[in-house]
């Protein structure tokens, strides 16, 4: 039982370093009857990180609001952290596209997708340099490591920007949010096989799978595409999670620079209150520029 413990003890000290590298504000570790605890807080929300240790072995088990920001964010990060891979996941490839997307819950602003190649060389230069989760990461952290991906992996990199006023149009036309990124995420891995060979892809699933395979094209279909839950965890869709966000942010400063309009992000009662003044100043057919028109958000006003 000691052993155990012992390790219960090595896995708690692991989370405790990571997490206070991101930030969090993390208690000194609580050793109870059968676990230990952490207590973690980011100034806003917070929650409890308990390492149970038995007969059986070591359990992490993480306590809060499932819903909050900061439980998405830890569950995340402890899931990356996981040496053991899920249920047909696989090992990191050594030379593959990988693709994620930004904006996707955000009313306000565009749909981006990104993709990135990486080999055994870039991957290990991308790691280096901090790239995960763009979830985990803030803005600022985003910004600075965008320019440094590109010089990494040269011209290895695909991004398409779904503006509102395109959004909206496809939305009217496909009537699903998961077809529009099934299409999308077909269109990065096309334009990135258009100059490279590559034999595998890497996607975070979001809905049914023929979504991006129905899409793609005669090169595209020739490639073996995975999908995956939290895929983020390989480096290639981290890379393009942190492209993509990257280059969302960059539009809601473009509206701040060229239109003076400032923008909330996600889907909130800020967002609400800044729709209200928006449709008052501009009218409701502005929306349509700047917003994704189908949220139930549209129809709050």
């Known amino acids: 039982m000691y052993i155990i413990q012992e390790s219960a003890r090595k896995i ?11 930030s969090f504000i993390v208690s000194a570790p609580e050793l109870n009857d059968y676990n230990y605890e952490l207590r ?7 929650l409890k990180i308990l390492v ?8 992490t088990v993480i306590q809060g609001n499932k819903d909050s920001q900061i439980y998405s964010e830890i569950n995340n990060l402890l899931s990356d952290n996981k040496s053991v891979y899920q249920k047909n996941e696989i090992p990191e490839p050594s030379c593959y596209i990988g693709t994620d997307e930004s904006g996707k819950g955000d009313y306000f602003g565009p749909l981006v997708v990104a993709g990135v190649i990486v080999d055994e060389s870039t991957s290990a230069q991308l790691k280096k340099i901090g790239v ?11 910004k600075k490591l965008s320019p440094e991906i590109k010089r990494i992996i040269g011209n290895k990199f695909n991004i398409i920007v779904i503006t509102p006023a395109t959004y909206n149009n496809l939305h009217a036309k496909m009537k699903n949010v998961n077809r529009i990124l099934g299409w999308s995420h077909a269109k990065v891995i096309e334009n990135l096989l258009a100059n490279d060979n590559v034999n595998d892809a890497i996607s975070d699933k979001f809905g049914d799978e023929k979504l991006i395979r129905n899409s793609l094209q005669e090169k595209g279909k020739q490639i073996n595409l995975m999908q995956f ?10 890379a393009a999670s942190i492209l993509a966000r990257n280059r969302f942010n960059e539009w809601f400063d473009e509206q701040a620079a060229k239109n003076n309009l400032i923008l909330p992000k996600g889907a909130s009662k800020i967002v609400d209150l800044r729709l209200k003044e928006i449709k008052n ?6 929306l349509n520029e700047i917003a994704k028109v189908h949220f139930k958000t549209t129809n709050k006003i």
Not at 52 to 59: A, D, E, T
Not at 132 to 142: E, G, W
């Open 40 to 46: 973690v807080n980011n100034g806003k929300e917070k």
């Open 229 to 238: 839950t939290k895929a983020e965890k390989y480096t290639a869709v981290a």
């Open 281 to 286: 100043q501009f009218g409701m057919e502005y």
């Open 52 to 59: 149970y240790f038995g007969k059986k072995g070591n359990k």
């Open 12 to 22: 708690v000290e692991s989370y405790t370093a990571k997490l206070k590298d991101l």
């Open 132 to 142: 995960k989760d763009s979830k985990l990461l803030s803005d600022v952290i985003i």
